[in-house]
């Protein structure tokens, strides 16, 4: 059984969560790594190094937009690529265990489950702009 009454606050929760998980990565790719270090790991995966800046705007507009609450299930859905080719490009080759030697797909596999969660369960509590869904 549901209960309606802690539901939306739940939600909420989850949402800043997922929220400060994207804006530490945001953190991770613009200060610890630095933009050009990003952008050469995103090369050395294969990927163009353009990729890098893309990735790091779809994370931080995510981050806020799931923090203020606007269109949050949206927002989460939107992200899920982000976080599948994580899992294809990054920690897939390393196994299951993110104990294992460069991370393996476990964590980012769980991550892109509660984005997926959020997204069926609804917007929350202190929405500002509600999914159009």
């Known amino acids: ?3 309606l009454s802690t539901a939306s ?3 909420l929760l989850l949402r800043l969560a997922l ?3 994207f804006f530490a990565h945001v953190g991770l790719k613009l200060f610890v790594f630095k933009p050009a270090g990003t952008v050469g790991f995103f090369k050395s995966l294969g990927l163009p190094g353009w990729f890098a800046y893309v990735t790091i ?3 931080l507009a995510g981050a806020i937009a799931l ?3 606007i269109w949050p299930r ?3 859905l939107l992200l899920v690529p982000v976080m599948l080719g994580t899992i294809i490009k990054v920690h897939g080759p390393a196994g299951f265990w993110f104990t294992n030697p460069n991370g393996g797909w476990e964590y980012p596999a769980f991550w892109t489950i509660s984005l997926i969660v959020l997204a069926l369960l609804g917007d929350g509590a202190l929405t500002l702009v ?3 869904f």
């Open 74 to 76: 949206v927002i989460a």
């Open 19 to 21: 929220a400060a998980l």
């Open 57 to 59: 705007l779809v994370e």
């Open 67 to 69: 923090t203020l609450g």
């Open 1 to 3: 059984m549901i209960d």
């Open 130 to 132: 509600a999914s159009p």
């Open 9 to 11: 606050w739940g939600i």
